[in-house]
C-alpha cells in the first residue's frame, strides 16, 4: 500500500506541474485583462463552452470547474493526505453557508439569496429556504452539516446573541474550516510545506478578523477571542490600537511588508490584497520547493485559488468597463510579477 502511495503522490505530483504551465498567470493573464468583452474572454478560457452568457455564468463555471478538480485531485489519494485534498474542497460548501447566513441574518428571502448559492459537481445548490426561516441561531447552526463546520458556527453562539449579524455566524464556519485544516495539515507528509500555505490562510483570517471586527464593527478582543487559531500571533493582532498597529503585528504572519505610502493608507482592503500577495508568494515557494510531494500538489490547490480570484476580477472589470490598467492593479500579486 505504501508503495501505491508513492506511486500515485509521484503521478499526481507530476500531472500537476504540467497543469500549473496551463494557468491564467503572468502575461498570459494581462492578456485576457486587455480583452473588450466577457463573451470575448469566454471564447479565450473555453473555446468549447455553450450556455455561458455573462460574468456571473462565467464565475459559476470557473468555481465548479475547480471544485471539480480539487475531487479528482483528491480521488488519487488514500489516507491523511487524501483527507486534507478533499478538505480542500469544503472551502466551496463554507462558502455556500456564509451566503445562508447572511440572508439568516439579513432577514432575506430564499428567492433572493438563492441566486448567490453555488451548486457543486455532485450536489445541488442548498435550498435556502430552511435556512432563511431558522427562526433563531441554535435552529440555524442545527442545519449546518454536523462535524467541524457545525462546531465552528457554534462558536460564535456569545458574539451572535451581543451583536446579531452574519459576521459573527461566517466568522464561526470560516473558523471550523480552518480548524480542520490544520488538523489534517499536521497529519500528513510534507507537513512543513503543506502547513506553511495552511497557515497563511488562518493568518490571512485572524488579521481580516480584527481588522473587520475591531475597527469597523467596534468589537472587544474579548469578542474575537473564540475564534482564535493560532494563539500567539492572534493575541499579537488582537491588543493592536489601530490599523496600522495592526499591520505591523500581521508582518511576517499574514503579511510581508507594511502598506506603501505610510500609516494613512492602512486599510481593510490594503491588509487583505497584502494578505493575498504572501498567500501567492508561499504557494509559489512551496510549490517549487516540496516540487513531486505533497506540498506541491497542496500550493497548486492555493495557486489555483488565485487564478480563480484574479479570473474573477478580470470578468468583473470588463463588464464593468474599468479599463486594463485598473484590472491589472487588482490582480493577485500586487508587488510585481514574478520573474
Known amino acids: 500500500m505504501a508503495l501505491a502511495t508513492t ?4 503521478f499526481l505530483a507530476a500531472n500537476i506541474h504540467g497543469r500549473r504551465s496551463h494557468m491564467a498567470e503572468g502575461d498570459r493573464l494581462d492578456a485576457f485583462a486587455r480583452l473588450r468583452t466577457v463573451p470575448d474572454l469566454v ?3 473555453m473555446p468549447a463552452a455553450t450556455g455561458i452568457a455573462t460574468s456571473a455564468d462565467l464565475q459559476r463555471r470557473l468555481v465548479r470547474d475547480l471544485a471539480t478538480e480539487l475531487g479528482a485531485l483528491a480521488s488519487y489519494l488514500g489516507g491523511p493526505a487524501g483527507a486534507l485534498l478533499r478538505w480542500l474542497r469544503t472551502r466551496f460548501e463554507v462558502e455556500n453557508l456564509k451566503v445562508l447566513a447572511r440572508g439568516f441574518a439579513g432577514g432575506l428571502a430564499g428567492d ?11 450536489a445541488p445548490a442548498p435550498d435556502p429556504e430552511p435556512f432563511v ?14 462535524g467541524p463546520l457545525r462546531d465552528g458556527a457554534a462558536r460564535s453562539a456569545d458574539l451572535y446573541a451581543s451583536h446579531p ?6 466568522a464561526g464556519l470560516d473558523c471550523g474550516y480552518l480548524a480542520e485544516l490544520l488538523d489534517r495539515a499536521a497529519r500528513v507528509p510534507d507537513r512543513e510545506y503543506v502547513l506553511a500555505v495552511a497557515r497563511q490562510e488562518v493568518q490571512t483570517f485572524q488579521m481580516m478578523l480584527v481588522a473587520r471586527g475591531r475597527f469597523t464593527w467596534g468589537l472587544e478582543a474579548d ?13 499579537r493582532m488582537l491588543a493592536a490600537r489601530d490599523l496600522a498597529d495592526l499591520a505591523r503585528a500581521a508582518v511576517g504572519q499574514a503579511i510581508d511588508r507594511l502598506p506603501a505610502g505610510g500609516e494613512e493608507k492602512v486599510d481593510a482592503p490594503t491588509l487583505e490584497a497584502l494578505a493575498w500577495d504572501r498567500y501567492w508568494r508561499l504557494a509559489n515557494w512551496t510549490f517549487r520547493r516540496s516540487h513531486m510531494g505533497l506540498g506541491a500538489v497542496v500550493a497548486y490547490t492555493a495557486l489555483r485559488r488565485v487564478e ?5 476580477r478580470v470578468s468583473e472589470g470588463i ?3 474599468v479599463g486594463t490598467d485598473r484590472i491589472r492593479r487588482l490582480l493577485i500579486p500586487q508587488s510585481g510579477r514574478e520573474a
Open 112 to 122: 433572493a439569496v438563492r441566486p448567490h448559492l453555488i451548486a457543486l459537481p455532485d
Open 319 to 321: 463588464r464593468l468597463g
Open 223 to 235: 469578542d474575537l477571542a473564540p475564534f482564535g487559531l493560532l494563539r500567539g500571533p492572534f493575541e
Open 133 to 146: 426561516r431558522a427562526g433563531d441561531f441554535e435552529t440555524f447552526v442545527s442545519l449546518v452539516p454536523e
Open 308 to 312: 480563480l480570484a484574479n479570473l474573477i
Open 7 to 10: 506511486t500515485d503522490l509521484d
Open 165 to 170: 449579524r452574519s459576521f459573527a455566524l461566517e
Open 43 to 45: 471564447r479565450v478560457l
